[in-house]
Protein backbone atom coordinates (compact mmCIF):
# COMPACT_ATOMS: atom_id res chain seq x y z
CA UNK A 1 0.00 0.00 0.00
CA UNK A 2 0.99 3.29 -1.08
CA UNK A 3 0.62 6.08 2.05
CA UNK A 4 -0.83 9.21 0.46
CA UNK A 5 1.21 11.78 -0.67
CA UNK A 6 0.12 15.32 -0.92
CA UNK A 7 3.05 15.87 -3.68
CA UNK A 8 0.60 14.24 -6.35
CA UNK A 9 -2.03 17.05 -5.88
CA UNK A 10 -0.78 19.34 -8.85
CA UNK A 11 -1.67 22.68 -10.07
CA UNK A 12 -4.37 21.22 -12.94
CA UNK A 13 -4.71 17.32 -12.38
CA UNK A 14 -3.31 14.67 -9.43
CA UNK A 15 -0.17 12.83 -10.95
CA UNK A 16 2.34 10.26 -9.56
CA UNK A 17 4.44 7.24 -9.96
CA UNK A 18 2.49 3.66 -10.04
CA UNK A 19 3.73 1.77 -6.63
CA UNK A 20 5.99 4.85 -5.42
CA UNK A 21 3.00 7.76 -4.92
CA UNK A 22 0.18 5.86 -6.65
CA UNK A 23 -1.76 2.61 -6.43
CA UNK A 24 -5.42 1.50 -6.45
CA UNK A 25 -5.80 2.31 -2.47
CA UNK A 26 -4.97 6.13 -3.38
CA UNK A 27 -7.33 5.78 -6.33
CA UNK A 28 -10.32 4.89 -4.18
CA UNK A 29 -9.47 7.58 -1.63
CA UNK A 30 -9.50 10.33 -4.93
CA UNK A 31 -12.85 8.67 -5.96
CA UNK A 32 -14.16 8.52 -2.75
CA UNK A 33 -13.44 12.52 -2.10
CA UNK A 34 -14.13 13.82 -5.78
CA UNK A 35 -17.92 11.47 -5.26
CA UNK A 36 -18.49 13.39 -2.09
CA UNK A 37 -17.13 16.62 -3.73
CA UNK A 38 -19.74 16.18 -6.94
CA UNK A 39 -22.70 15.24 -4.54
CA UNK A 40 -21.94 18.81 -2.15
CA UNK A 41 -22.23 20.45 -5.99
CA UNK A 42 -25.88 18.44 -6.60
CA UNK A 43 -24.05 15.92 -8.73
CA UNK A 44 -25.06 12.57 -8.80
CA UNK A 45 -23.18 10.87 -11.56
CA UNK A 46 -19.58 10.59 -12.90
CA UNK A 47 -18.33 9.90 -16.18
CA UNK A 48 -14.82 8.16 -15.61
CA UNK A 49 -12.16 7.01 -18.90
CA UNK A 50 -8.62 6.03 -19.30
CA UNK A 51 -5.65 6.27 -21.47
CA UNK A 52 -3.85 3.01 -22.92
CA UNK A 53 -1.05 3.00 -19.57
CA UNK A 54 -0.43 -0.69 -18.26
CA UNK A 55 -1.52 0.53 -14.86
CA UNK A 56 -5.18 2.33 -16.33
CA UNK A 57 -7.23 -1.10 -15.37
CA UNK A 58 -6.31 -1.29 -11.86
CA UNK A 59 -6.54 2.07 -11.03
CA UNK A 60 -9.87 2.81 -12.91
CA UNK A 61 -11.39 -0.09 -11.03
CA UNK A 62 -10.67 1.73 -7.39
CA UNK A 63 -11.38 5.24 -9.19
CA UNK A 64 -15.03 3.30 -9.49
CA UNK A 65 -15.17 1.91 -6.03
CA UNK A 66 -14.32 4.96 -4.25
CA UNK A 67 -16.97 6.82 -6.57
CA UNK A 68 -19.63 4.30 -5.84
CA UNK A 69 -18.65 4.30 -1.95
CA UNK A 70 -19.46 7.69 -2.12
CA UNK A 71 -22.79 7.45 -3.22
CA UNK A 72 -22.95 8.50 -6.92
CA UNK A 73 -23.26 6.29 -9.87
CA UNK A 74 -20.64 5.81 -12.26
CA UNK A 75 -20.55 5.85 -15.75
CA UNK A 76 -17.32 4.08 -17.85
CA UNK A 77 -16.36 5.14 -21.14
CA UNK A 78 -13.19 2.07 -20.69
CA UNK A 79 -10.32 3.30 -23.06
CA UNK A 80 -10.63 6.53 -24.41
CA UNK A 81 -9.20 10.02 -25.70
CA UNK A 82 -9.03 12.39 -22.40
CA UNK A 83 -11.67 14.79 -24.86
CA UNK A 84 -14.06 12.42 -25.10
CA UNK A 85 -14.45 12.28 -21.25
CA UNK A 86 -14.92 16.25 -21.54
CA UNK A 87 -17.20 15.63 -24.41
CA UNK A 88 -19.35 13.07 -22.19
CA UNK A 89 -19.91 15.19 -18.80
CA UNK A 90 -21.22 17.46 -21.85
CA UNK A 91 -24.06 15.02 -23.92
CA UNK A 92 -24.46 12.00 -21.33
CA UNK A 93 -26.38 14.05 -18.08
CA UNK A 94 -23.24 14.28 -15.82
CA UNK A 95 -21.16 16.96 -15.40
CA UNK A 96 -18.59 15.93 -13.65
CA UNK A 97 -15.47 13.41 -15.08
CA UNK A 98 -12.45 11.75 -14.45
CA UNK A 99 -9.96 10.61 -16.71
CA UNK A 100 -7.46 8.36 -15.97
CA UNK A 101 -3.95 9.56 -17.97
CA UNK A 102 -0.74 9.91 -17.12
CA UNK A 103 -0.79 12.48 -20.33
CA UNK A 104 2.59 12.35 -22.20
CA UNK A 105 4.54 10.97 -18.94
CA UNK A 106 6.77 8.59 -18.79
CA UNK A 107 4.87 4.92 -18.56
CA UNK A 108 5.22 4.66 -14.91
CA UNK A 109 3.48 7.63 -14.36
CA UNK A 110 -0.70 7.79 -14.29
CA UNK A 111 -2.87 10.32 -13.00
CA UNK A 112 -6.50 12.18 -13.08
CA UNK A 113 -7.57 14.91 -15.11
CA UNK A 114 -11.29 16.10 -13.51
CA UNK A 115 -14.17 18.32 -14.35
CA UNK A 116 -16.41 18.53 -11.52
CA UNK A 117 -19.74 20.42 -12.36
CA UNK A 118 -18.61 21.71 -15.35
CA UNK A 119 -15.70 22.99 -14.15
CA UNK A 120 -12.14 21.81 -14.82
CA UNK A 121 -11.03 22.08 -11.21
CA UNK A 122 -7.11 23.59 -10.45
CA UNK A 123 -5.32 24.64 -7.41
CA UNK A 124 -7.23 25.19 -4.44
CA UNK A 125 -10.01 23.02 -5.45
CA UNK A 126 -7.28 20.55 -6.35
CA UNK A 127 -5.84 20.81 -2.69
CA UNK A 128 -9.64 20.63 -1.16
CA UNK A 129 -9.85 16.72 -2.25
CA UNK A 130 -6.30 15.99 -0.99
CA UNK A 131 -7.61 17.26 2.38
CA UNK A 132 -11.31 16.17 2.30
CA UNK A 133 -9.49 12.35 2.40
CA UNK A 134 -7.16 13.32 5.31
CA UNK A 135 -10.54 14.73 7.01
CA UNK A 136 -12.73 11.55 6.14
CA UNK A 137 -13.58 8.59 8.62
CA UNK A 138 -13.56 6.23 6.00
CA UNK A 139 -16.88 5.13 6.43
CA UNK A 140 -19.00 4.41 2.82
CA UNK A 141 -22.08 6.53 1.96
CA UNK A 142 -25.80 4.37 2.74
CA UNK A 143 -26.38 3.97 -0.72
CA UNK A 144 -23.84 2.30 -2.35
CA UNK A 145 -23.72 4.04 -6.50
CA UNK A 146 -24.55 2.43 -9.63
CA UNK A 147 -21.67 1.56 -12.20
CA UNK A 148 -22.72 1.24 -16.13
CA UNK A 149 -20.43 1.41 -19.27
CA UNK A 150 -21.14 2.97 -22.30
CA UNK A 151 -19.45 3.25 -25.62
CA UNK A 152 -19.38 6.81 -26.67
CA UNK A 153 -17.16 6.25 -29.48
CA UNK A 154 -19.71 6.44 -32.29
CA UNK A 155 -21.66 9.37 -30.66
CA UNK A 156 -17.81 11.48 -30.41
CA UNK A 157 -16.49 10.61 -33.76
CA UNK A 158 -20.39 11.24 -35.66
CA UNK A 159 -20.68 14.67 -33.57
CA UNK A 160 -17.08 15.75 -35.08
CA UNK A 161 -17.48 14.23 -38.56
CA UNK A 162 -21.32 16.12 -38.65
CA UNK A 163 -19.62 19.35 -37.49
CA UNK A 164 -16.33 19.75 -39.29
CA UNK A 165 -16.28 19.61 -43.48
CA UNK A 166 -13.43 19.62 -45.69
CA UNK A 167 -13.40 21.75 -49.11
CA UNK A 168 -11.89 18.48 -50.75
CA UNK A 169 -10.11 15.25 -50.13
CA UNK A 170 -6.65 15.47 -48.62
CA UNK A 171 -4.17 12.51 -47.66
CA UNK A 172 -2.38 13.05 -44.91
CA UNK A 173 0.20 11.16 -42.56
CA UNK A 174 -1.16 10.82 -38.71
CA UNK A 175 1.59 10.12 -35.72
CA UNK A 176 0.07 8.79 -32.41
CA UNK A 177 3.04 7.60 -30.60
CA UNK A 178 1.15 4.78 -29.23
CA UNK A 179 -1.04 6.70 -27.11
CA UNK A 180 -5.17 6.25 -26.84
CA UNK A 181 -5.77 9.03 -29.93
CA UNK A 182 -4.45 6.08 -32.11
CA UNK A 183 -7.95 4.33 -31.24
CA UNK A 184 -10.06 7.05 -32.85
CA UNK A 185 -7.50 9.27 -35.21
CA UNK A 186 -7.46 7.32 -38.28
CA UNK A 187 -11.10 6.36 -38.58
CA UNK A 188 -11.85 10.60 -37.39
CA UNK A 189 -9.93 11.81 -40.18
CA UNK A 190 -10.84 8.54 -43.61
CA UNK A 191 -14.94 9.48 -41.79
CA UNK A 192 -14.08 13.12 -43.09
CA UNK A 193 -12.63 12.19 -46.34
CA UNK A 194 -9.15 12.33 -45.52
CA UNK A 195 -6.61 9.12 -46.94
CA UNK A 196 -4.60 8.30 -43.78
CA UNK A 197 -0.85 6.76 -43.18
CA UNK A 198 -0.72 5.58 -39.74
CA UNK A 199 2.35 5.49 -37.82
CA UNK A 200 2.04 3.90 -34.37
CA UNK A 201 -1.40 4.18 -34.18
CA UNK A 202 -1.75 0.80 -31.91
CA UNK A 203 -2.18 1.54 -28.60
CA UNK A 204 0.68 0.66 -26.33
CA UNK A 205 1.00 1.99 -22.50
CA UNK A 206 5.02 0.78 -22.83
CA UNK A 207 5.63 3.79 -26.04
CA UNK A 208 8.09 1.54 -27.85
CA UNK A 209 8.71 4.19 -30.66
CA UNK A 210 8.89 7.50 -28.98
CA UNK A 211 7.34 9.83 -26.37
CA UNK A 212 4.34 10.49 -27.49
CA UNK A 213 4.61 14.50 -26.75
CA UNK A 214 4.18 16.38 -30.07
CA UNK A 215 5.79 19.70 -27.93
CA UNK A 216 8.99 18.56 -28.41
CA UNK A 217 10.82 18.21 -31.85
CA UNK A 218 12.67 14.64 -31.48
CA UNK A 219 9.04 13.43 -31.09
CA UNK A 220 8.58 14.84 -34.74
CA UNK A 221 11.03 13.00 -36.61
CA UNK A 222 9.06 9.57 -37.65
CA UNK A 223 6.02 11.99 -38.66
CA UNK A 224 9.03 14.24 -40.85
CA UNK A 225 10.20 11.09 -42.35
CA UNK A 226 7.08 9.78 -43.55
CA UNK A 227 6.12 13.44 -45.22
CA UNK A 228 9.54 12.58 -46.93
CA UNK A 229 8.74 8.91 -48.36
CA UNK A 230 4.82 9.34 -48.91
CA UNK A 231 2.53 11.67 -50.79
CA UNK A 232 0.89 13.01 -48.11
CA UNK A 233 0.32 16.52 -47.45
CA UNK A 234 0.28 17.16 -44.11
CA UNK A 235 1.25 15.38 -40.78
CA UNK A 236 -0.42 15.59 -37.56
CA UNK A 237 0.43 13.85 -34.19
CA UNK A 238 -1.05 13.46 -30.95
CA UNK A 239 0.13 13.63 -27.42
CA UNK A 240 -0.67 10.63 -24.86
CA UNK A 241 -4.19 10.92 -24.27
CA UNK A 242 -5.21 13.11 -27.28
CA UNK A 243 -5.65 16.68 -26.07
CA UNK A 244 -2.92 18.36 -28.01
CA UNK A 245 -2.12 18.40 -31.56
CA UNK A 246 1.54 18.67 -33.41
CA UNK A 247 1.36 19.78 -37.33
CA UNK A 248 4.42 19.42 -40.04
CA UNK A 249 4.24 20.51 -43.28
CA UNK A 250 5.32 19.04 -46.40
CA UNK A 251 8.45 20.22 -46.30
CA UNK A 252 9.30 19.15 -42.41
CA UNK A 253 8.77 22.61 -40.80
CA UNK A 254 6.76 21.84 -37.17
CA UNK A 255 3.89 24.55 -37.08
CA UNK A 256 3.93 25.21 -33.25
CA UNK A 257 0.46 26.13 -31.84
CA UNK A 258 0.64 29.83 -31.41
CA UNK A 259 1.41 29.87 -35.08
CA UNK A 260 -2.11 27.15 -35.47
CA UNK A 261 -3.54 30.15 -33.43
CA UNK A 262 -3.26 31.99 -35.97
CA UNK A 263 -5.46 30.19 -38.63
CA UNK A 264 -7.78 29.19 -36.15
CA UNK A 265 -8.26 32.63 -34.75
CA UNK A 266 -8.70 33.96 -38.12
CA UNK A 267 -11.32 31.58 -38.67
CA UNK A 268 -13.45 31.59 -35.61
CA UNK A 269 -13.09 35.53 -35.93
CA UNK A 270 -14.88 35.35 -39.24
CA UNK A 271 -17.60 34.55 -37.24
CA UNK A 272 -17.47 36.11 -33.89
CA UNK A 273 -15.81 39.68 -34.88
CA UNK A 274 -14.67 41.80 -31.64
CA UNK A 275 -14.29 39.31 -29.50
CA UNK A 276 -11.45 38.17 -27.32
CA UNK A 277 -9.27 35.50 -28.34
CA UNK A 278 -7.21 33.36 -25.26
CA UNK A 279 -3.39 32.59 -25.67
CA UNK A 280 -0.70 31.55 -22.92
CA UNK A 281 2.23 33.97 -21.92
CA UNK A 282 4.46 30.97 -23.83
CA UNK A 283 2.82 32.38 -27.15
CA UNK A 284 4.79 34.21 -29.83
CA UNK A 285 4.58 38.39 -30.19
CA UNK A 286 3.21 38.06 -33.46
CA UNK A 287 -0.44 36.40 -32.14
CA UNK A 288 -2.05 39.52 -30.70
CA UNK A 289 -1.28 41.95 -33.81
CA UNK A 290 -2.64 38.97 -36.11
CA UNK A 291 -5.70 38.50 -33.71
CA UNK A 292 -6.09 42.18 -33.43
CA UNK A 293 -5.66 42.50 -37.21
CA UNK A 294 -8.33 39.74 -37.96
CA UNK A 295 -10.91 41.90 -35.93
CA UNK A 296 -10.22 40.18 -32.38
CA UNK A 297 -9.22 41.34 -28.83
CA UNK A 298 -6.04 39.48 -27.53
CA UNK A 299 -5.90 38.29 -24.06
CA UNK A 300 -2.82 36.92 -22.70
CA UNK A 301 -3.37 34.71 -19.85
CA UNK A 302 -1.24 31.65 -17.45
CA UNK A 303 -0.03 28.49 -18.86
CA UNK A 304 -2.30 25.76 -17.82
CA UNK A 305 -5.04 23.90 -19.52
CA UNK A 306 -7.52 24.23 -16.22
CA UNK A 307 -6.66 27.91 -16.44
CA UNK A 308 -7.15 28.66 -19.67
CA UNK A 309 -10.55 26.86 -19.66
CA UNK A 310 -11.77 28.70 -17.07
CA UNK A 311 -10.84 32.10 -17.93
CA UNK A 312 -12.57 31.01 -21.27
CA UNK A 313 -15.56 30.65 -19.02
CA UNK A 314 -15.00 33.66 -17.67
CA UNK A 315 -15.10 35.66 -20.75
CA UNK A 316 -16.76 34.06 -23.23
CA UNK A 317 -14.43 33.87 -25.78
CA UNK A 318 -14.70 31.56 -28.69
CA UNK A 319 -11.45 30.12 -28.35
CA UNK A 320 -7.91 29.79 -26.72
CA UNK A 321 -4.84 28.19 -26.86
CA UNK A 322 -1.31 27.32 -25.27
CA UNK A 323 1.57 27.11 -26.76
CA UNK A 324 1.69 23.66 -25.08
CA UNK A 325 -0.83 22.42 -27.95
CA UNK A 326 -3.98 22.43 -25.67
CA UNK A 327 -6.73 24.05 -27.69
CA UNK A 328 -9.73 25.30 -26.76
CA UNK A 329 -12.91 26.09 -29.35
CA UNK A 330 -16.26 27.19 -27.44
CA UNK A 331 -17.01 28.39 -31.35
CA UNK A 332 -19.16 25.48 -32.81
CA UNK A 333 -17.52 23.01 -29.84
CA UNK A 334 -17.73 22.94 -25.77
CA UNK A 335 -14.75 25.03 -24.99
CA UNK A 336 -12.58 21.91 -23.85
CA UNK A 337 -9.25 21.18 -24.93
CA UNK A 338 -9.05 18.29 -27.67
CA UNK A 339 -6.49 17.80 -30.13
CA UNK A 340 -8.72 15.48 -32.34
CA UNK A 341 -11.36 17.75 -32.93
CA UNK A 342 -8.69 20.73 -33.59
CA UNK A 343 -7.41 18.52 -35.82
CA UNK A 344 -10.22 18.46 -37.48
CA UNK A 345 -11.06 22.28 -37.35
CA UNK A 346 -7.02 22.70 -39.07
CA UNK A 347 -7.89 19.98 -42.17
CA UNK A 348 -11.03 22.20 -42.82
CA UNK A 349 -9.39 25.22 -43.12
CA UNK A 350 -6.10 23.82 -45.21
CA UNK A 351 -8.54 21.85 -47.51
CA UNK A 352 -9.58 25.07 -48.94
CA UNK A 353 -6.02 25.46 -49.85
CA UNK A 354 -4.18 23.90 -53.07
CA UNK A 355 -1.19 24.07 -51.04
CA UNK A 356 -1.74 23.87 -47.03
CA UNK A 357 2.06 23.86 -45.55
CA UNK A 358 2.42 27.03 -47.99
CA UNK A 359 -0.30 28.81 -45.71
CA UNK A 360 1.22 27.26 -42.75
CA UNK A 361 4.49 28.19 -44.25
CA UNK A 362 3.30 32.01 -44.38
CA UNK A 363 2.46 32.59 -41.10
CA UNK A 364 3.97 34.96 -39.40
CA UNK A 365 7.22 34.00 -37.30
CA UNK A 366 10.24 34.77 -35.77
CA UNK A 367 13.87 32.77 -34.76
CA UNK A 368 12.76 31.04 -31.47
CA UNK A 369 13.44 27.87 -29.13
CA UNK A 370 10.89 25.42 -28.66
CA UNK A 371 10.68 24.96 -24.71
CA UNK A 372 13.39 24.76 -22.40
CA UNK A 373 13.60 23.27 -19.24
CA UNK A 374 15.90 24.40 -16.10
CA UNK A 375 15.59 21.54 -13.95
CA UNK A 376 15.65 21.64 -10.13
CA UNK A 377 14.72 19.68 -6.86
CA UNK A 378 11.62 19.41 -5.76
CA UNK A 379 10.09 23.03 -4.75
CA UNK A 380 13.28 24.67 -5.22
CA UNK A 381 11.33 26.61 -9.11
CA UNK A 382 9.05 28.37 -6.90
CA UNK A 383 12.38 30.24 -4.66
CA UNK A 384 14.48 30.77 -7.39
CA UNK A 385 11.80 31.76 -9.58
CA UNK A 386 10.40 34.41 -6.48
CA UNK A 387 14.29 35.60 -6.38
CA UNK A 388 13.90 36.57 -10.08
CA UNK A 389 10.88 38.16 -10.10
CA UNK A 390 12.41 40.49 -7.18
CA UNK A 391 16.03 41.07 -7.89
CA UNK A 392 16.57 40.44 -12.39
CA UNK A 393 17.20 43.59 -13.61
CA UNK A 394 16.82 44.04 -17.35
CA UNK A 395 18.71 46.16 -19.56
CA UNK A 396 17.27 48.93 -22.34
CA UNK A 397 13.46 49.25 -23.27
CA UNK A 398 11.88 46.72 -21.83
CA UNK A 399 8.47 45.57 -20.89
CA UNK A 400 7.75 42.94 -18.12
CA UNK A 401 4.86 41.16 -17.72
CA UNK A 402 4.75 39.22 -14.60
CA UNK A 403 1.30 37.68 -15.41
CA UNK A 404 2.84 34.23 -15.27
CA UNK A 405 6.47 34.11 -13.98
CA UNK A 406 8.32 36.72 -16.16
CA UNK A 407 8.51 37.47 -19.80
CA UNK A 408 10.28 40.52 -20.74
CA UNK A 409 9.12 42.01 -24.23
CA UNK A 410 11.78 43.80 -26.13
CA UNK A 411 11.80 45.65 -29.45
CA UNK A 412 12.67 42.67 -31.29
CA UNK A 413 11.92 39.97 -29.53
CA UNK A 414 11.18 38.52 -26.07
CA UNK A 415 12.30 36.17 -23.00
CA UNK A 416 9.84 33.97 -21.09
CA UNK A 417 11.08 32.03 -17.28
CA UNK A 418 8.26 30.92 -15.50
CA UNK A 419 7.77 27.85 -12.84
CA UNK A 420 6.55 24.80 -13.88
CA UNK A 421 3.14 23.90 -11.88
CA UNK A 422 3.65 20.36 -12.81
CA UNK A 423 7.46 19.52 -11.96
CA UNK A 424 9.74 21.30 -10.18
CA UNK A 425 11.46 23.30 -13.60
CA UNK A 426 11.70 26.53 -14.88
CA UNK A 427 10.23 26.75 -18.08
CA UNK A 428 12.08 29.58 -20.75
CA UNK A 429 11.34 30.63 -24.49
CA UNK A 430 12.86 32.74 -26.24
CA UNK A 431 11.66 34.63 -29.56
CA UNK A 432 13.51 36.84 -31.51
CA UNK A 433 13.87 39.11 -35.05
CA UNK A 434 17.36 37.79 -35.66
CA UNK A 435 19.38 35.06 -34.44
CA UNK A 436 22.20 37.69 -33.07
CA UNK A 437 19.16 39.37 -30.85
CA UNK A 438 17.69 35.64 -29.47
CA UNK A 439 21.23 35.25 -28.34
CA UNK A 440 21.29 38.71 -26.71
CA UNK A 441 18.23 37.73 -24.91
CA UNK A 442 18.94 34.87 -24.23
CA UNK A 443 22.32 35.89 -22.72
CA UNK A 444 20.59 38.33 -20.32
CA UNK A 445 18.45 35.87 -19.01
CA UNK A 446 21.17 33.45 -18.45
CA UNK A 447 23.09 36.24 -17.07
CA UNK A 448 20.11 37.07 -14.13
CA UNK A 449 19.14 32.96 -13.55
CA UNK A 450 22.56 32.77 -12.81
CA UNK A 451 22.93 35.32 -10.09
CA UNK A 452 19.80 33.90 -8.29
CA UNK A 453 21.29 30.50 -8.94
CA UNK A 454 24.77 30.30 -9.63
CA UNK A 455 25.39 26.59 -9.99
CA UNK A 456 21.93 26.58 -12.62
CA UNK A 457 22.69 24.17 -15.73
CA UNK A 458 20.70 26.41 -18.04
CA UNK A 459 20.17 24.74 -21.42
CA UNK A 460 21.16 26.97 -23.63
Known amino acids: ?84 VYFGTNVLGAASGIMVTGSHNPPDYNGFKMVLAGEAIHG ?35 RIIGDVKLARPIKIAVD ?93 LSRHPGEQILYDVKCTRHLAPWISKHGGVPLMYKTGHSLVKAKLRETGAPLGGEMSGHIFFKDRWYGFDDGLYSGARLLEILTREADPSKLLNSLPQSDSTPELHLHLNEGENVIVMDKLRADAKFPGNVQIITIDGLRVEY ?34 FKSVILAAKPDAELPF
Open 1 to 84: MVSLSKTIFKAYDIRGIIDKTLDAGVARQIGQAFGQAALAKGETKVVIGRDGRLSGPVLTAALAEGLQAAGVDVIDLGVVATPM
Open 124 to 158: DAITALYQRIVDHDGSAAANKGAYSTHDIRAQYLE
Open 176 to 268: CGNGVAGAFAGDLFRGMGCEVVELFCEVDGNFPNHHPDPAHPENLQDLIRCLQETDAELGIAFDGDGDRLGVVTKDGQIIYPDRQMMLFAADV
Open 411 to 444: EDGFGLARSSNTTPVIVMRFEAETPAALARIQGQ
